[in-house]
């Protein structure tokens, strides 16, 4: 194993991690998007650029706007 | 179940699954050392049979099609139960979103975000395209270069136009693009059928060299259809559930 891949394994299992941690959920979303951000290197780190094409656009905008979308959805049914 | 119980369950379920995944973790190959035969099979055999320099792609599209097919099928299958869901509540609660937007101003979008993200727009689609329009080629395919599509769709709702995000995609135009994608990769297979090949088999001419945009057969084809479809299939179901949310928010 690289450095590089060992330096993105700690990098995806801190984020995770930070995701996790995260009681917002707002704020939980927008890490998740940023965390969607180091498994794309992960999987460009281990060779794998057709998955990290699709995580890039499906794991840091689309499921971040549909949470968002449903996030809004449940705060105003509280309000 | 008391709170006594409730810890002895956990620690018997926790440390049983943690056995597991340990024993699991013991019994994976060497970092590095890849013991099936299919994957070195195929790359070395998937340039010279198909064309296509992507192998990822290759054997998504030809080798392995019609496990992608289903795997298509599922997001089509999504997008449907999306738009029939949220159809239903959208004609329950218009009568009532008049009501609820007193007062409940959205705030509006900056010009920052605003410029940033319709500079990003054109972009976005030019790269979707190339990824699809390649996907034989290099990394990427339909599924990736549509998601990247319908990434540029969503950009200009977050340049704060949804109603610019309806014209661009009306519903049915949408429904149209989706079922139509879907279909045809399907319909692919049964020309294939009719010309009494196995189902998706690539009947297409391989194009003179590997490695250029003509060439690979049905993989080309497939991957075209995928990307229309998965873009329009993304398009659908942001699109219906801002529309939901921002209905019932009374937000225009």
């Known amino acids: 194993m690289s450095a590089l891949q060992a330096a993105v394994l700690v990098l995806v299992a801190g984020g995770a991690t930070a995701v996790v941690l995260t009681r917002n959920p707002t704020r939980q979303v927008v890490l998740l998007s940023a965390y969607g951000i180091t498994l794309a290197l992960l999987f460009t780190a281990f060779q794998a650029p057709d998955v990290a094409l699709s995580e890039l656009t499906v794991g840091t905008v689309i499921l971040p706007i549909l949470l968002l979308v449903a996030l809004a959805k449940v705060r105003r049914k509280e309000e | 179940m008391t709170p006594g119980l409730r810890r002895w369950t956990f620690l018997v379920a926790g440390g049983g699954l943690g056995a597991l995944l340990v024993w699991g973790f013991v019994g ?62 959208r004609r329950e609660r218009e009568r009532t979103a008049v009501d609820e937007a007193a007062g409940r101003e959205a705030p509006a979008t900056s010009d920052a975000v605003r410029m940033a993200c319709l500079v990003l727009v ?15 080629v290099n990394p990427g395919g339909g599924f990736q270069g549509g ?12 340049s ?60 080309a084809l497939i991957s075209f259809f995928v990307g229309i479809e998965v873009t329009a299939a993304f398009v659908l179901i942001v699109g219906e559930l801002l529309e939901q949310t921002l209905l019932v928010r009374g937000d225009r």
């Open chain 2, 28 to 89: 994976l190959p060497g970092f590095g050392h890849y013991p099936g035969p299919y994957g070195d099979l195929l790359n070395s055999v998937a340039v010279g049979q198909r064309h296509a320099t992507d192998v990822v792609t290759a054997i998504n599209f030809d080798y392995r099609g019609f496990d992608t097919l289903g795997e298509e099928f599922i997001l089509f299958t999504a997008a449907t139960g999306v738009s029939i869901v949220l159809r239903e509540l």
């Open chain 2, 122 to 136: 054109g972009p976005t689609m030019l790269v979707g395209w190339n990824v699809v329009s390649h996907g034989q």
């Open chain 2, 147 to 158: 998601a990247i599509m319908a990434t540029a769709f969503v950009l200009v709702y977050l």
């Open chain 2, 160 to 219: 704060g136009e949804f109603i610019a995000l309806k014209r661009l995609s009306p519903v049915h135009l949408t429904d149209a693009v989706e079922a139509i994608g879907a279909g045809s990769f399907a319909a692919l297979g049964v020309a294939a059928l009719a010309l009494g090949f196995p189902y998706l088999d690539n009947i297409l001419p391989l194009g003179t060299s590997a490695g250029t945009v003509d060439s690979s057969g049905t993989i």
